[in-house]
Every structure is written in structure tokens, then in C-alpha cells.
């Protein structure tokens, strides 16, 4: 510190000495009567060395200072000031893992503020922290100032990032239950390994290392060992800071077993003997606290089915060493029935809070249901307008009121894109499409299309009313227009029509839905050698049909689901005019299941007839089956086909099934988009109303119908997406394991789009 008192030197000023004017000079953006609130001495006061020293450090404290000297002039106070420099500009280079913003959120100077050098040490320290939670502890910031004219400078962080410190070993020391590869398996944080590119969790993180603790605690303590404990975990970085060596040691203990097991409930209602039948753990069992946490969840949530917002249910356990034994008592806690005194929402800026509060199951003046308060917040969730959503229960104005808290993080709804790729199927292709699937914050969908592929011309125009008339009615409006070439069957098609569609909730999670379509199709044969069997369908037909359709729904995400089941049938009635009559039926279900944590396990079936009313089916009405429902052969590979042509025929009856495992491949992939599943697909269509064998008028051949079987198709594969910067792309490798000899295979099918 630069400071000093004149006359220091000459001894203590004698008593009575006033001082008569304060003066300030050095001062250059700083108003003079702001330096002289800061002293502790004014005009017409004694002079004292203490209040003038103390008045030193006060004017250093602002920092707004990097120089104060006071002195005295004959009976004048001299304050003299260098005021620090202003902030102009503050630049990041050499950073290329963070990019600016991200590091310009960390620290706490900012331009047109007064520059100090105590707040570059600190802001220094926060990027170094940031770049040590990314795991590059070999990071080193320069700060470097640049004098400017007026007293500005210009601050630069000139950055080394350096590579990352990789997790060179995992040491476990005191585990004699279990070998150290098992509780290596255990933790989050992994050694590193060269084929470990898609994951951050092969660097060093402390707050991980710290989760990876209770990951070893909670993993002994379910298997029994009530008395583990971890001694120490310590991590040792190396001398290049490349990698870290990570030692842990344990003390196991012995073995315990659930011992006593009871339920005391103080709420009235509540009786502990209907709570004991759904406690999970058991006498005799070997102990595992898991266990004990699901049953007070459950416990809980059984509560929060009867009103009891704030219920508190606590285990008291006792634990026996010599017995080796861990008694526990579940104590539901006396708690009053909480109704919903007020429905907050929060964080929207564009949606209407009603588009919100429409899909709460609960409301202002309900009892309080917890089952109710999670699946409002699925529901919000499922709209797709957030990417957060969180219903929070907070306390009301008395014990017996609960304030039910709704947050939401609006992402973008709005969706304006030009694409161009290729296609295994399509090859290349080109797409325009603009949409709102939030329109003016009100919940409506609305979309314009145009796609232009080798195969196939369209452009469609659509509008969904979500709450119709401010009803939980479905609206909706679809106008199209495609010229579509079956490449698979040697025919052209040119359609346009329109239909209208309804839905509205028979329950919680049944919908029964309604439509209506009139188009028109014009089909005409690409080939003058083409099978015999589209003869009867070339021409112009009209069809005019209603349908309806029902739907139970309980999975937990409409986009990405990990849990719940839908199951939907759909029925078609064509012939309310036109010249086209038929009746089809469909029936899908899924069915998604969360394993060994974050691995999904998804089970996939679907079914369909269609038959002609005083009429055959037409082709183009009819099914094909291929890729994408059963990968590994092509579109419209499957089913009956012109023996001579090969043409696909399709088919008036099919099923499909398919079993696929959505592998976890890390944060870093997560991060990227990218997801991997292995999956079995399987499926077969069948019978045609043509005549088994046909005589082509043009060429005097004899055609036949081949490969019309409902023997299933198998295929078994792995399939790679990655929701890239230019748009979606997804890779699939299959292999047909049971096929008929006419059926048409493809081991690899990929997609890509572009985005520009």
C-alpha cells in the first residue's frame, strides 16, 4: 500500500491544531465531495493522525483508488488521489474447449467499470476453477492490461488450457468382499481409456469424487454392510498434470440383517396397520438401505394420496452389533390435510398461463393429491414448449394450505428450416418447412411444408387448436398436396386432399380421436412392362372416408420417453362417396421400462387389416412393409411381389414387433445428442386379392405372386442418432436373419439432413 502522512516525521501535532479546508487534487471522473464523504475529518475539526489514517484506508476500501496519499499543508488537508483506470473492453484468446460467453458469465468485472487488480486476481481464480471442474488442471491465465488514452485500459486472459487430467488409476485399499473392478463399476468417475471419446467421466472432477463416496456407501450399504465407512479418498495429481491417481480405503464391517420391522402412524386416518403391508423390507432380510428410502417414499406418496402435503415419515433404526441385526420403526409423523391454497406460475414470458394451467390435475381449493401434482407436471412437460418444468410444494398462509409453485424454462417453439441430404431410401432430397408448435403463446400448432426427394413432391399446410372453444377439445386442419414414385412397385401417384381431425379425454389416459379425409389420387404404371398386377389400380380414384381412433397413454415424456406404455387403435370407413370402399383397422403398443439405471429397455408391436367392401383393395391402399418398422430390408422389401417384375405388391394384412435397448454411452454423448440401441425386429404382411397367377396382355407372360407368407421375418441389429448441428441423423446396421427368398434386404440404412 502506497500511503503516507506529511510531517510524519515531525512528531504529534499539537493540541488545538484545526484543520481549516480539505483540498483534493488528482481526482479525474471522481467529484471531489464524494473523496471528502469518505474521510473521517471535516472543515473546522481537530486534526487527529488516527482519523487521518483510518480515512486512508477507508478511500484504498473503495477501489476506486490505486494511489492515496494525505497530507497537510500549513492548516489545509491535502487528499491526494491516481484514480484506477476505467474498464474498455475485455478479451478471452486461446481459449477454444469454453467459449466466450461461458467464461464471460464467470467473472465479475465488466466494461465502463472502475478497473482494479484485486478483482483480475479474483476473476482469475474463477477461471481457473472452471477449467478444473472441466478436468484441465494444466490450465494456466495470464491477465494482461493494455494502457489506453483518458485512463482506460483494455483487459486480456491470455489462456493455456492445457489437456485434460484423465483419471490414470482407481486404487482401492481395505475391500476384501469386494475386488476392486466391481467398485471401480460402482463409481461415476472411470479410469481413462482411448476408447472413452464420448465421455467426460474419465476426468477429475472433486464434487464427482465426492458422489462417488456415496455411491460406494449406498452400494455396501445394500448389500448388508451397515458399517462401512470410508476412511479416506484421496487424489494425486501427477507430475505432467495429465492424469490423476485416485486412492480409496474402506473399512467394510460385518454383515446385517433386518431385524424388527414396524409402522407407528400419529395422523388419525392413517392407520399403521394399512401402511405395514406396504413397507419393502422385511424381517430377515439382509439389510439395504435402498430399501429403506423407497418405503419412506412410498410412504409418503401413500400420504400425499390422502391430502398430507408436508407428512414426515422418518425410520428410527436401532442397530444390535452383537446380533448383527438393524430394527426399524417407520414414524408417520402428525402432519394436518393441506388443500391448494394458490396455483403459482413462473418463468413463462410467451406462453399464456392458462396454455399451463389447463394441463394442471389439481387446482386452487383441491386437497392436496400427490399423484395428481406429478402427473400436472408430466403433462407440462409433454407440451414440449420447456425444457424445464418443476412443481414445487411450498408452505401457505396456515398449516392447512399449500402454495403449489410451477417453473418453467421456455425453449424455442418456432421452427423456420431448409434442408438438404440423402437418403438410403430417398436419396437425395430437399425440404422447406416453417412452424409454430406454440402460435402466439396459446398452445396451437401450426405448420407449412415442402419436401422434394428423387422419389417424392409434397407440400402440406396444417393447424392444430389444442382446446377448442377453450375445451380439453382437439381441433385440427390438414391440407396436402404429393406426387409421389413407388419405386418398389413400378407405379406413380399423385394425390391431394384435405381432412379434419378431433380428439378430446375420456380419462386421465384414454383419448378417443375423429377424422375425416376426401382425396383424390391419380395413379398411373412407370413402366409399359410393369407387373399385370396394377392394372386394375391405374386410373383416378376418390376417397372419402371417416375414422376414429383411442389411444391409452402413460408414458412419462412424449419426445424421449424411459417409462409408461401407449397402446392405440385406429379404424378407417372408406366409401361415404368416391369411388373407393374399405375398412381398415390398427392396432400398436409400446412399452418402455428404465434398466440398470439409465439403459431403456423398449418393447414395440403393431398390427393392421385392411379389405375392400364389394371391391378389391386397391394397391396403394394396401400395406408394405420394410424399413424403417422392421430394419435390415428395404422399403416395401417384405411380403408378396410380382415373381417376374419383383415388384412389392403389399399386402391387405400385416404385424410387426421389435424389442431394442437404449444404451447409455455417457455424459459427453448426452451432451452431443448421440444415442445407441441394439434391437430385434420381426414382422410379415401378407394376402392380396389378386389371383395367384396373371397373363400380361402386353408382353404374353405369365406372372405369379410370390413371397405372400405369414411366416415372420427376423433381423437383429445396432443403430447409432445423433441430433447433429445440420439436423438429424440416424445410422442403422441389420441383418435379416429369416427372410423369404424374394424378399429384398439392406444391411445399412443411414439418413442425413443439412441445415443451412
Do not use: C
Amino acid at each position: 500500500m502506497l500511503s503516507s502522512v506529511s510531517h510524519a516525521q515531525q512528531g504529534v501535532y499539537g493540541t488545538g491544531l484545526v484543520i481549516s479546508e480539505i483540498v483534493v487534487v488528482g481526482n479525474q471522473r471522481i467529484e471531489a465531495e464524494t473523496i471528502k464523504s469518505y474521510l473521517l475529518v471535516n472543515e473546522g475539526d481537530d486534526y487527529s493522525e488516527e482519523k487521518v489514517d483510518a480515512s486512508l484506508k477507508r478511500l484504498f476500501n473503495t477501489g476506486l483508488f490505486s494511489d492515496v496519499k494525505i497530507g497537510r499543508s500549513g492548516e489545509k488537508l491535502v487528499v491526494d488521489v491516481v484514480e484506477n483506470p476505467i474498464l474498455n473492453r475485455i478479451v478471452f484468446e486461446g481459449n477454444k474447449s469454453k467459449k466466450d460467453d461461458k467464461l464471460y458469465e464467470e467473472i465479475t468485472l465488466r466494461p465502463r467499470i472502475v478497473f482494479s487488480r484485486a478483482k483480475v486476481r479474483a476473476d482469475v481464480q474463477r477461471l481457473l476453477e472452471v477449467y478444473r471442474r472441466a478436468g484441465r488442471f494444466a490450465a494456466t491465465i495470464e491477465p494482461k492490461v493494455i494502457q489506453l488514452d483518458q485512463n482506460r485500459v483494455n483487459l486480456v486472459f491470455e489462456i493455456s488450457e492445457g489437456p485434460k487430467s484423465k483419471i490414470g488409476k482407481i486404487n482401492f485399499m481395505g475391500n476384501k468382499q469386494f475386488d476392486n473392478d466391481v467398485l471401480r463399476g460402482v463409481m461415476a468417475t472411470k479410469e481413462s481409456r482411448w476408447w472413452k471419446i464420448l465421455t467426460s467421466e474419465d476426468t477429475y472432477d472433486p464434487d464427482r469424487l465426492a458422489y462417488d463416496k456415496q455411491l460406494l456407501r449406498d452400494y455396501y450399504r445394500s448389500q448388508g454392510y451397515a458399517d462401512f465407512r470410508i476412511t479416506s479418498a484421496v487424489a494425486e495429481l501427477a507430475h505432467d498434470k495429465e492424469h490423476f491417481f485416485i486412492n480409496v480405503t474402506v473399512e467394510e464391517g460385518e454383515i446385517y440383517n433386518f431385524g424388527k420391522i414396524d409402522v407407528e402412524s400419529k395422523i388419525p386416518d392413517i392407520k399403521a396397520e394399512d401402511l405395514k403391508p406396504l413397507v419393502l423390507t422385511r424381517s430377515g432380510n439382509i439389510y439395504d438401505s435402498t430399501q429403506i428410502d423407497r418405503t419412506v417414499e412410498f410412504l409418503t406418496d401413500v400420504a400425499g394420496l390422502k391430502g398430507y402435503a408436508f407428512v414426515d415419515v422418518r425410520p428410527r433404526i436401532r442397530r444390535n452389533r452383537e446380533e448383527r441385526t438393524v430394527d426399524i420403526t417407520y414414524v408417520v409423523n402428525k402432519a394436518p390435510r393441506v388443500y391448494v391454497e394458490r396455483v403459482n406460475i413462473n418463468g413463462n414470458v410467451r406462453t399464456h398461463d392458462k396454455v399451463i394451467r389447463r394441463e394442471m390435475r389439481i387446482v386452487e381449493g383441491d386437497a392436496y393429491n400427490s399423484s395428481k401434482v406429478k402427473r400436472s407436471e408430466v403433462r407440462i412437460k409433454s407440451l414440449g414448449y420447456f425444457k424445464e418444468a418443476t412443481i414445487e410444494q411450498l408452505e401457505g398462509s396456515s398449516e392447512d394450505q399449500t402454495v403449489l409453485d410451477v417453473t418453467v424454462e421456455e425453449q424455442a417453439t418456432g421452427e423456420l428450416s431448409v434442408g438438404a441430404g440423402f437418403s438410403s431410401t430417398e436419396s437425395f432430397l430437399f425440404d422447406f418447412s416453417i412452424g409454430e408448435r406454440n402460435f402466439m403463446g396459446k398452445g396451437q400448432n401450426l405448420r407449412l411444408g415442402a419436401r422434394i426427394s428423387s422419389y417424392r413432391k409434397e407440400v402440406d399446410v396444417s393447424f392444430t387448436e389444442p382446446y377448442f372453444l377453450d375445451r380439453a377439445v382437439v381441433a385440427g386442419i390438414d391440407l396436402f398436396l404429393r406426387d409421389t414414385d413407388f419405386v418398389e412397385s413400378d407405379f406413380r401417384q399423385q394425390t391431394y386432399g384435405s381432412s379434419l381431425r378431433t380428439a378430446f379425454p375420456v380419462t386421465e389416459y384414454i383419448v378417443m380421436s375423429g377424422r375425416y379425409t376426401i382425396r383424390v389420387d391419380d395413379v398411373e404404371t412407370t413402366f409399359v412392362s410393369s407387373s399385370p398386377y396394377l392394372d386394375n389400380n391405374v386410373g383416378k380414384f376418390t376417397t372419402s372416408s371417416v375414422g376414429y381412433g383411442v389411444s391409452y397413454d402413460t408414458l412419462n415424456n412424449r419426445q424421449h420417453p424411459s417409462r409408461g406404455q401407449r397402446l392405440v387403435f385406429n379404424q378407417d370407413f372408406a366409401g361415404l362417396g368416391g369411388n373407393v370402399s374399405y375398412l381398415r383397422s390398427r392396432v400398436s403398443y409400446d412399452f418402455y421400462y428404465p434398466l440398470f439405471g439409465k439403459w431403456i429397455f423398449n418393447l414395440s408391436t403393431e398390427a393392421g387389416n385392411v379389405f375392400g367392401i364389394s371391391e378389391d383393395v386397391r394397391l396403394s391402399d394396401r400395406f408394405f412393409l420394410g424399413n424403417p418398422k422392421v430394419r435390415g430390408f428395404e422399403q416395401g422389401g417384405i411380403g408378396p411381389r410380382d415373381d417376374l417384375t419383383r415388384d412389392a405388391l403389399g399386402g391387405n394384412m400385416y404385424y410387426t414387433g421389435s424389442l431394442e435397448l437404449f444404451v447409455p454411452l455417457g455424459a459427453g454423448a448426452r451432451e452431443m445428442g448421440i444415442e445407441a440401441s441394439a434391437f430385434v425386429d420381426m414382422g410379415a404382411l401378407w394376402d392380396i386379392d389378386e389371383e395367384p397367377t396373371l397373363l400380361n396382355s402386353r408382353t404374353g407372360n405369365i406372372h405369379s405372386v410370390v413371397g405372400d407368407s405369414v411366416s415372420p421375418r427376423l433381423s437383429v441389429g445396432v443403430g447409432f442418432s445423433w441430433m447433429s448441428p445440420f439436423g438429424p441423423f440416424r445410422i442403422d446396421f441389420a441383418k435379416a436373419l429369416l427372410k423369404d427368398d424374394y424378399d429384398k434386404t439392406e444391411f445399412f440404412q443411414f439418413n442425413i439432413g443439412t441445415r443451412f
